[in-house]
């Protein structure tokens, strides 16, 4: 599992490059999932001492701090935080050409410690500095802010600035570049300019664009064409500059008279994968003539396992975060020593709730979990689409509580409508079912619901959830998942052992009406009764999901297999 250092020569390193990361709960420089997945990347790459480099912006003020009003209603602020308590600056400054001006970058370094020591520095790109114009200086403020010119100066200064920075640092042995997403698919923009200014600033020809593809990785995790940027060539040609868009146009990747991010990466990257087996499969459909595999992504184990966990995997599995393979052995463990791990983490998440809101929710009611982006396709209110059946279940199964969280976008309307939907659905259950709407979820907030509920809910429109992760974390702390056969977990669901599916159907589309039928047919006749009538088969399912789903979809598993697969293969 563990890759051995020398895999990689040692002056060599994989620059990682990712729009958002996320480091830690109070550097706010992620909003989702594709900032946790690149955090654990690179916290999983320290930990197998590979030599990786994280590049990313800086986000001054986040993406934004979220207050939830009596009516669900989302209040958005900025996020507050000072990298100069904790980050340490880095001394070089490099000049990128944005909109026709001359914007200074400079770096700020965050340094992943791995568990045996190996340092992977992360770097912060920044434009606040006094020698840039006041537009300028805003550009590494907000994550996923402003209009599209805002977006696509970003991704200029992602995608060019991080090769300077990399360059200034010092970084010019690069085995594999890798994109995680499109955002920062400008960065093969630099590199097919290097290859010009190698050869006498010649035009750019097929051997250049051959040498970059042989250098470049590319992560898609989108499975809907809306979800990826696109600019019109106008607005590129004003941001880029004419040069570089006419170097840009002979990459193909200039369809409909757009500038398509993704359709960047994928011609110039040498491999290219979708985030979980299915996603791949759709990936294919979407872009038939690029060869698309799939790598499914992992959670950071020690980074996800409560303190509860963590201590009881250092009893019986001693060597767990040096190799998460040995999370396998959890098929060992005693089920009463699961519970109890189960039983703190639950009060630890309880008595945050109390001191966040005020409820005092009870430890002995079982206890569904559902916390991820506020969005339509995922389908947050799905639970409440038949309030007097969910009713008629907590008299006849057995009492239920739900815990909830998650951000919309600012300008994500139909998101904004599921948050008020659930308070709505909050006060019309008060009197018998407890529902809890958390606000501003971030990563610390996160482990704590993962670790803490009885059951982790997701209800995605299938095929939107590219792959999913939170369900990844749940497993590290014994909570199995109740969820539509969406993303990774068409992976890990074994009926009964590893948690349960809602619908039986492992088709293309999903039927609402269907798949709320089966959530409720399996919490009243299956999940409820197990839970309150055969705690110890319940325990049973609670150590699968630790045995078959924590030892496989981790973060180690996936470096190794973008290692040998991706990075390794040029």
């Given at each position: 599992?563990?890759?051995?250092?020398?895999?990689?020569?040692?002056?060599?390193?994989?620059?990682?490059?990712?729009?958002?990361?996320?480091?830690?709960?109070?550097?706010?420089?992620?909003?989702?999932?594709?900032?946790?997945?690149?955090?654990?990347?690179?916290?999983?790459?320290?930990?197998?001492?590979?030599?990786?480099?994280?590049?990313?912006?800086?986000?001054?003020?986040?993406?934004?701090?979220?207050?939830?009003?009596?009516?669900?209603?989302?209040?958005?602020?900025?996020?507050?935080?000072?990298?100069?308590?904790?980050?340490?600056?880095?001394?070089?400054?490099?000049?990128?050409?944005?909109?026709?001006?001359?914007?200074?970058?400079?770096?700020?370094?965050?340094?992943?410690?791995?568990?045996?020591?190996?340092?992977?520095?992360?770097?912060?790109?920044?434009?606040?500095?006094?020698?840039?114009?006041?537009?300028?200086?805003?550009?590494?403020?907000?994550?996923?802010?402003?209009?599209?010119?805002?977006?696509?100066?970003?991704?200029?200064?992602?995608?060019?600035?991080?090769?300077?920075?990399?360059?200034?640092?010092?970084?010019?042995?690069?085995?594999?570049?890798?994109?995680?997403?499109?955002?920062?698919?400008?960065?093969?923009?630099?590199?097919?300019?290097?290859?010009?200014?190698?050869?006498?600033?010649?035009?750019?020809?097929?051997?250049?664009?051959?040498?970059?593809?042989?250098?470049?990785?590319?992560?898609?995790?989108?499975?809907?064409?809306?979800?990826?940027?696109?600019?019109?060539?106008?607005?590129?040609?004003?941001?880029?500059?004419?040069?570089?868009?006419?170097?840009?146009?002979?990459?193909?990747?200039?369809?409909?008279?757009?500038?398509?991010?993704?359709?960047?990466?994928?011609?110039?990257?040498?491999?290219?994968?979708?985030?979980?087996?299915?996603?791949?499969?759709?990936?294919?459909?979407?872009?038939?003539?690029?060869?698309?595999?799939?790598?499914?992504?992992?959670?950071?184990?020690?980074?996800?396992?409560?303190?509860?966990?963590?201590?009881?995997?250092?009893?019986?599995?001693?060597?767990?975060?040096?190799?998460?393979?040995?999370?396998?052995?959890?098929?060992?463990?005693?089920?009463?020593?699961?519970?109890?791990?189960?039983?703190?983490?639950?009060?630890?998440?309880?008595?945050?709730?109390?001191?966040?809101?005020?409820?005092?929710?009870?430890?002995?009611?079982?206890?569904?979990?559902?916390?991820?982006?506020?969005?339509?396709?995922?389908?947050?209110?799905?639970?409440?689409?038949?309030?007097?059946?969910?009713?008629?279940?907590?008299?006849?199964?057995?009492?239920?509580?739900?815990?909830?969280?998650?951000?919309?976008?600012?300008?994500?309307?139909?998101?904004?409508?599921?948050?008020?939907?659930?308070?709505?659905?909050?006060?019309?259950?008060?009197?018998?079912?407890?529902?809890?709407?958390?606000?501003?979820?971030?990563?610390?907030?996160?482990?704590?619901?993962?670790?803490?509920?009885?059951?982790?809910?997701?209800?995605?429109?299938?095929?939107?959830?590219?792959?999913?992760?939170?369900?990844?974390?749940?497993?590290?702390?014994?909570?199995?998942?109740?969820?539509?056969?969406?993303?990774?977990?068409?992976?890990?669901?074994?009926?009964?052992?590893?948690?349960?599916?809602?619908?039986?159907?492992?088709?293309?589309?999903?039927?609402?009406?269907?798949?709320?039928?089966?959530?409720?047919?399996?919490?009243?006749?299956?999940i409820i009764p197990m839970f309150y009538r055969q705690p110890g088969l319940f325990a049973r399912v609670m150590r699968s999901a630790i045995g078959l789903n924590g030892s496989f979809f981790n973060a180690q598993r996936m470096v190794s297999q973008y290692l040998e697969n991706a990075y390794l293969t040029g």
């Amino acid at each position: 599992m563990v890759a051995p250092h020398s895999s990689v020569k040692p002056s060599s390193i994989i620059a990682y490059f990712s729009m958002e990361v996320g480091l830690s709960p109070e550097i706010p420089t992620y909003s989702g999932g594709l900032g946790m997945l690149a955090g654990d990347t690179l916290r999983a790459a320290a930990d197998m001492n590979i030599p990786m480099v994280g590049i990313t912006l800086l986000h001054r003020k986040g993406y934004f701090l979220q207050r939830l009003d009596a009516g669900g209603n989302q209040i958005e602020a900025d996020a507050r935080w000072v990298p100069e308590e904790m980050l340490q600056p880095l001394e070089p400054r490099v000049q990128v050409i944005v909109g026709g001006k001359t914007v200074s970058v400079r770096a700020w370094q965050y340094t992943i410690r791995g568990v045996k020591g190996h340092m992977v520095p992360v770097y912060l790109l920044d434009t606040n500095l006094p020698e840039n114009d006041g537009y300028s200086r805003t550009l590494t403020d907000h994550l996923y802010g402003g209009d599209l010119r805002y977006r696509l100066c970003q991704e200029v200064i992602l995608g060019l600035g991080g090769v300077a920075v990399l360059r200034a640092m010092g970084h010019n042995d690069v085995l594999a570049y890798h994109m995680n997403e499109g955002h920062s698919a400008l960065l093969t923009l630099a590199l097919l300019e290097e290859q010009s200014k190698a050869n006498q600033d010649r035009n750019i020809c097929d051997d250049d664009k051959e040498a970059v593809r042989r250098k470049c990785v590319f992560t898609t995790h989108t499975p809907v064409p809306a979800g990826h940027d696109v600019f019109s060539l106008e607005l590129a040609r004003e941001i880029v500059g004419g040069k570089r868009l006419d170097t840009l146009l002979c990459t193909e990747c200039c369809l409909d008279q757009t500038l398509n991010m993704t359709n960047l990466a994928l011609s110039l990257s040498r491999y290219i994968n979708g985030v979980a087996m299915y996603h791949g499969e759709i990936s294919r459909t979407m872009y038939p003539n690029y060869p698309i595999n799939s790598i499914t992504n992992g959670v950071h184990s020690a980074t996800w396992t409560s303190k509860p966990f963590q201590d009881l995997y250092d009893r019986h599995m001693p060597e767990w975060r040096r190799d998460n393979l040995y999370l396998r052995y959890a098929v060992s463990v005693p089920l009463d020593e699961i519970r109890q791990a189960h039983a703190v983490a639950k009060k630890d998440m309880l008595d945050e709730i109390q001191r966040r809101t005020g409820i005092a929710l009870d430890p002995s009611v079982m206890t569904i979990g559902f916390a991820r982006r506020a969005t339509a396709y995922k389908r947050a209110d799905l639970l409440f689409s038949d309030m007097e059946r969910l009713k008629n279940i907590v008299s006849r199964a057995g009492p239920l509580q739900v815990i909830f969280g998650g951000k919309a976008h600012p300008r994500d309307d139909g998101g904004k409508e599921i948050i008020k939907r659930v308070f709505e659905s909050s006060g019309a259950l008060k009197e018998v079912l407890p529902v809890v709407y958390l606000e501003e979820y971030d990563m610390g907030l996160g482990k704590i619901l993962c670790s803490g509920v009885d059951l982790w809910l997701n209800t995605p429109q299938k095929p939107h959830e590219a792959s999913g992760t939170s369900g990844m974390k749940a497993a590290l702390n014994g909570v199995p998942s109740f969820s539509v056969p969406d993303g990774w977990w068409i992976e890990g669901h074994v009926e009964g052992i590893t948690g349960w599916s809602i619908g039986d159907s492992w088709g293309l589309n999903s039927t609402s009406a269907g798949e709320s039928e089966s959530l409720y047919d399996k919490l009243e006749q299956v999940i409820i009764p197990m839970f309150y009538r055969q705690p110890g088969l319940f325990a049973r399912v609670m150590r699968s999901a630790i045995g078959l789903n924590g030892s496989f979809f981790n973060a180690q598993r996936m470096v190794s297999q973008y290692l040998e697969n991706a990075y390794l293969t040029g």
